[in-house]
């Protein structure tokens, strides 16, 4: 997939290799985060390519990232939107903020600017823009997966989606737990999701069996 799919940008190169030479293992030990954290949470380069020629089709300007890690994900997006375009990156872990923003800003991308962090829990910052009226044309989730059907649900009941915005959601093949029945807790989370997304008519969806697989949804209230 690698080898057949366009490269990404120089700026990408080098988030991903501060990333991976990182001792996230050492961070977790010193208690600086909360819960477990480590180098196989970074998107690949083949879903920074997928999630960019989502976004170019789309037209999208205002985009939501859940779960930012260290930020690979943001600065893939940010480089595929219009100038004036937003990427609005949500991370629980203020330690893991705090090396997203000094990895981007580090890379040296003319796309930077665009990215805003939001530091603390998911669900209570979908809430704070709710709050501020945002709408987004598009969403990445790819957080804590107990929790995927709670922040959807929340973009739904607080009307945060535009007309048409996808809805693009991260690892919902899970190493194959959803359907070889080796369940763990994410599996679990995971699977329960899908019978969710599956089951609500409101909603038109379609897994892509990319890398960990990808759920794309568009809702039709």
């Known amino acids: 997939l690698e080898t057949h799919s366009s490269g990404t940008s120089g700026a990408l190169h080098s988030v991903m290799q501060q990333t991976q030479q990182f001792d996230w293992a050492d961070v977790v030990r010193r208690g600086d985060v909360t819960r477990l954290v480590e180098i196989e949470m970074l998107s690949g380069s083949v879903e920074a390519i997928f999630l960019q020629m989502l976004l170019r089709i789309s037209g999208a300007v205002r985009v939501l990232d859940i779960g930012m890690f260290t930020g ?40 930077a600017h665009k990215i805003r962090i939001r530091i603390g829990d998911a669900a209570s910052t979908l809430r704070e823009l709710a709050a501020e009226q945002a709408i987004f044309d598009f969403v990445f989730l790819d957080a804590d997966k107990a929790n995927y059907l709670q922040y959807l649900t929340i973009l739904r009941e607080q009307r945060m989606l535009a007309k048409g915005a996808l809805v693009c959601v991260d690892n919902t093949l899970m190493q194959g737990e959803p359907y070889t029945r080796v369940i763990s807790p994410n599996g679990k989370s995971i699977h329960d999701f899908n019978e969710f997304v599956t089951q609500d008519d409101n909603l038109t969806k379609v897994i892509v069996p990319l890398r960990d697989g990808i759920t794309l949804i568009q809702v039709n209230e």
């Open 72 to 111: 690979y994900s943001a600065l893939a997006m940010a480089e595929a939107i219009p100038e004036d375009g937003v990427v609005s990156a949500l991370e629980v872990e203020p330690h893991v903020a705090e090396f997203a923003r000094r990895a981007i800003d580090a890379s040296g991308s003319p796309h």
